[in-house]
């Protein structure tokens, strides 16, 4: 099983190219199972992620054509299989995409239920019961979640539906099922997260009728059929996030070329509080840290506050930055996981619930880590690069899901860390 080995101490200077977003392509590798027309793709990232799920999407009998350049091509014209079994989604909860796809161009589906992982249960309720206002027949039975139409009824019907709570997958599955629906569909409390208005222009360069996308409210016109498109899929505001983190902790002065600043707000304003210095630029974001950084206090929210998927990263740095600070996880049940690696590193964190209250450390030592989820094992490399002495993290899989060579792009800005065995 490959590990990172880290020895920390060293600023990070000069690029690195941020790569298309995991958020962004995987809900558009769904979209072209809407079409029987080829969709392409651009900028798609390499991770493991994309591999599943185009071995998920090839599985139903789809033509995928992948280039080294980020090139996907997907022809769903052959699609005969409309269903994603629970061998492939077991590593992959974006999987559940899938369901609103097929069950709006084939009137059915039987998709595998995720199940819970490491950050939190994450059910799909919210997908399900959208569909249910959109017309569709559900049971859930043996772990499967199996969508039809109604005898007689050829299309999804177009409704109004508000979900419990904001769900950004739920979102994506209920506006890819409403652009085939018969009607007009709303879609209340959206999501407003950057990969939906990304996904949405995706659909609109299909024929799509989509408006208020971006906002909490998204109105879709159902059509008949949708053609083939090209999209370039939008820049990794996470991966961006976790490389401005990288510096602001271990110092050094970066550009982070394709980074969207507009995207990162609620993080770059947390930085800049801290004493980074940052500037939005035209075709990127620069950083500039020295010195040890103030430690600042966060909440996560929905977009546009601070994400989730950013406070695994951003508690490494309070972790060594100057003063104490607390960390609230609204988001997920159980994404804490990472601090008792943290504190195999010398930092100091108590967790009460949902909070977290962290006291900065001037200094880390090396230790060896376990890896447990995506973003935990991202901020346990941050905080390797801090580290005094050799830092291994262990189970590094859960990190290739989401980011694109990690240890190559920090090991061209200086860092001192490899793959191992
Ligand atoms: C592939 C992808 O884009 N993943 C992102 C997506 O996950 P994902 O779309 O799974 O996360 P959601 O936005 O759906 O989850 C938000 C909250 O709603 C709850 N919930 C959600 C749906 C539902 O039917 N019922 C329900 O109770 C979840 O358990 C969670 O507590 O948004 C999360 C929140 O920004 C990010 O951390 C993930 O990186
Ligand atoms: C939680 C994440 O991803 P997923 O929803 O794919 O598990 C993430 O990207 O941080």
Redesign the pocket.
Same mark, same amino acid.
Do not use: C, W
């Given at each position: 099983m490959d590990k990172l080995r880290i020895r920390g101490g060293r600023e990070l200077q000069g690029e690195v190219a941020i790569a298309g977003a995991?958020?962004a392509a !995987?809900?558009e590798l769904c979209a072209a199972l809407l079409s029987s027309d080829a969709v392409t793709l651009s900028n798609v990232p390499r991770l493991q992620d994309v591999t599943t799920m185009l071995k998920l999407i090839r599985n139903m009998g789809v033509q995928v054509a992948q280039g080294e350049d980020g090139v996907v091509v997907l022809d769903a014209s052959t699609l005969n299989q409309p269903e994603a079994p629970y061998e492939l989604v077991k590593t992959m @909860?974006?999987s559940v !995409?899938a369901l609103g796809p097929l069950l709006a161009r084939f009137g059915q589906a039987r998709v595998s239920l995720p199940g819970g992982c490491a950050? $939190?249960? @994450?059910?799909? /309720?919210?997908?399900?019961k959208g569909l249910q206002a959109m017309g569709a027949d559900i049971v859930v039975e043996h772990g499967y979640i199996i969508a039809k139409l109604p005898a007689g009824q050829k299309r999804l019907k177009g409704a109004r539906i508000t979900? /419990?709570?904001? #769900?950004?997958? $739920?979102t994506?599955n209920l506006l890819m099922a409403a652009t085939l629906a018969q009607g007009e569909t709303i879609l209340e409390n959206a999501?407003q997260?950057p990969?939906i208005p990304d996904l949405a222009e995706l659909l609109i360069k299909m024929g799509a009728k989509i408006e208020g996308h971006g906002s909490s409210r998204i109105r879709i016109q159902g059509v008949d059929a949708l053609h083939g498109a090209r999209h370039a899929v939008v820049a990794d505001r %996470?991966e961006a996030g976790t490389f401005l983190c990288a510096v602001a902790a271990a110092g050094g002065d970066v550009f982070l070329r394709h980074a969207r600043g507009d995207h990162l707000d609620a993080v770059i304003e947390k930085l800049a509080a801290a004493g980074a210095r940052i500037s939005v630029q035209e075709g990127g974001v620069r950083i500039l840290s020295q010195g040890r950084l103030k430690a600042q206090s966060f909440r996560t929210t929905?977009?546009p506050g601070f994400? #989730? /998927?950013m406070q695994a990263q951003f508690m490494a740095l309070n972790c060594v930055a100057q003063g104490t600070s607390t960390v609230t996880e609204t %988001?997920?049940?159980n994404r804490y996981m990472h601090v008792n690696e943290l504190l195999r590193l010398g930092a100091k964190i108590q967790i009460d619930g949902r909070l977290a209250m962290i006291e900065g450390v001037s200094r880390l030592s090396g230790a060896t880590v376990m890896a447990t989820d995506l973003r935990a094992s991202a901020g346990l490399v941050i905080a390797g690069l801090v580290a005094e002495g050799e830092t291994i993290v262990d189970r590094i899989y859960h990190l290739d899901r989401g980011y694109d060579r990690m240890e190559a792009k920090l090991a061209a800005l200086g860092a001192d860390i490899e793959r191992v065995k």
């Open positions: 995991k958020n !995987l809900p @909860r974006a !995409l950050i $939190g249960s @994450r059910p799909v /309720d919210q997908h399900i979900t /419990d709570m904001v #769900t950004v997958t $739920g994506e999501a997260e990969e %996470i929905e977009y994400p #989730t /998927d %988001i997920f049940e």
